[in-house]
């Protein structure tokens, strides 16, 4: 069976960080692209980054080029989100997604982000 679990959002100020983390069970995990999305109250949920099997490819939304690196550890079957230079509009839900094809998808629980003074 497959888990995703998320940890490390919290309560941060603007032009704060956070690292968020995806421990994945249940699968094999170098074999699955991993992404983060996010979603706001009242929005849709939207992708945030992704990052491939073996970590050789990223890519970003354009609202947080430059200001947030996803990661992965295989060995440690982790998939990380380092988020700097926050801001209010990063408020939201961040859910980990693991991706295999058209065949495998898994989404963890979410885990709250909310940048506010």
């Known amino acids: 069976q497959v888990q995703l679990v998320e940890s490390g959002g919290g309560l941060v100020q603007p032009g704060g960080s956070l690292r968020l983390s995806c421990v994945a069970s249940?699968?094999?995990?170098?074999?699955?692209?991993m992404s983060w999305f996010r979603q706001a109250p009242g929005m849709e949920r939207e992708l945030v980054a992704a990052?491939?099997?073996?970590?050789?490819?990223?890519k970003y939304a354009d609202s947080v080029k430059g200001r947030f690196t996803i990661s992965r550890d295989n060995a440690k079957n982790t998939v990380y989100l380092r988020m700097d230079s926050l801001k209010p509009e990063d408020t939201a839900v961040y859910y980990c997604?693991?991706?295999?094809?058209?065949?495998?998808?898994?989404w963890g629980q979410g885990t709250q982000v909310t940048v506010s003074s």
């Open positions: 249940g699968i094999t995990f170098s074999s699955y692209a």
């Open positions: 990052i491939s099997n073996f970590g050789r490819s990223t």
């Open positions: 997604n693991a991706k295999r094809g058209a065949a495998s998808e898994s």
